[in-house]
């Protein structure tokens, strides 16, 4: 059954990534080379932030994050509460790189027009989350009993012909997604690349779905096109399987170095975290369009 999950950028899994991102961007500025790995739990009434950073720089991550959300909601930066469980100072052996990405292209643009209407709202301190199951054209709601009359009109207003059903997310944990809580280099440019090559598959018209995978336990300065292990896992494209690899990594930057010169200067803090949808985001870029083509 087909369900499209969306949370307004100050609630759920966005506001854990938001939370990462803010983190990891606050060491890399004081200590640059540092190595970072950490996730955010969401678990309603407080966050946890755990994980390894190899900046000896202690954060007062309260204070990161309740900056961020003055901008937005006064009230909301009040009630939160953050317990650090980042181990500094911590020393990072060589660990294999084991990464995966799936998206669906009709799912990914389905879910970024909702954002962008229950974010609109969320700005103007209006709240809501949404859980559509297409298939039976059911759409779940979670919403503050004073905005309940509101959030009525607003749902009925962009999604006329689904039956909407008052339900409670309010019990629910959000974990942040991994790529989000890693350093600004090594790992997390690999991320950058496996979304960058599905956008340009999609704006191609050769699939609509892309599940891969890369995997690689050498140094990652050494990685390249030749020796990591590089994988398509789903079947249903246009083309063979085997040749749209094979085109992949003909095309496609997998050398370190070279994702450094395409993403390195990539930096969230230029974004508006709350745009989850933003297209600035370094992966749209779609400037291997014309070399996908010709071959």
Request: proline share 1%.
């Amino acid at each position: 059954m087909s369900e499209i999950i969306v949370y307004n950028f100050l609630d759920g899994k966005n506001i854990c990534n938001i939370f990462a991102k803010l983190i990891v961007n606050e060491i890399n500025n004081i200590t640059p080379e540092s190595k970072v790995n950490i996730q955010v739990v969401n678990v309603r009434t407080f966050f946890v932030v755990r994980g390894v950073s190899s900046s000896g720089t202690v954060l007062n991550l309260s204070e990161i994050f309740q900056k961020y959300l003055k901008k937005y909601d006064e009230d909301l930066s009040k009630k939160i509460r953050v317990i650090d469980n980042i181990i500094y100072n911590h020393n990072f052996d060589l660990i294999p790189i084991h990464i995966t990405n799936h998206d669906k292209k009709l799912i990914n643009l389905k879910k970024d027009k909702i954002q962008k209407i229950i974010d609109v709202y969320a700005k103007n301190k209006i709240y809501f989350n949404v859980k559509i199951e297409e298939v039976n054209e059911y759409l779940y709601y979670d919403c503050i009993e004073e905005e309940l009359s509101t959030v009525i009109k607003i749902l009925k207003t962009h999604f006329p012909k689904y039956e909407l059903i008052k339900s409670d997310f309010s019990q629910e944990v959000y974990v942040s997604d991994k790529f989000h809580g890693l350093s600004n280099n090594g790992e997390k440019l690999y991320y950058f690349l496996l979304k960058y090559i599905t956008n340009h598959i999609f704006k191609l018209g050769i699939s609509k779905e892309m599940e891969l995978s890369l995997y690689s336990n050498i140094n990652v300065n050494d990685i390249d096109n030749n020796n990591c292990k590089f994988e398509i896992l789903n079947n249903n494209h246009i083309v063979k399987t085997e040749w749209l690899r094979s085109l992949i990594l003909d095309v496609f930057p997998f050398e370190y170095s070279k994702l450094v010169s395409k993403f390195g200067n990539f930096n969230y803090s230029d974004l508006d975290l709350s745009d989850i949808s933003s297209e600035d985001l370094i992966w749209e870029d779609l400037d291997l369009i014309s070399e996908i083509v010709l071959v």
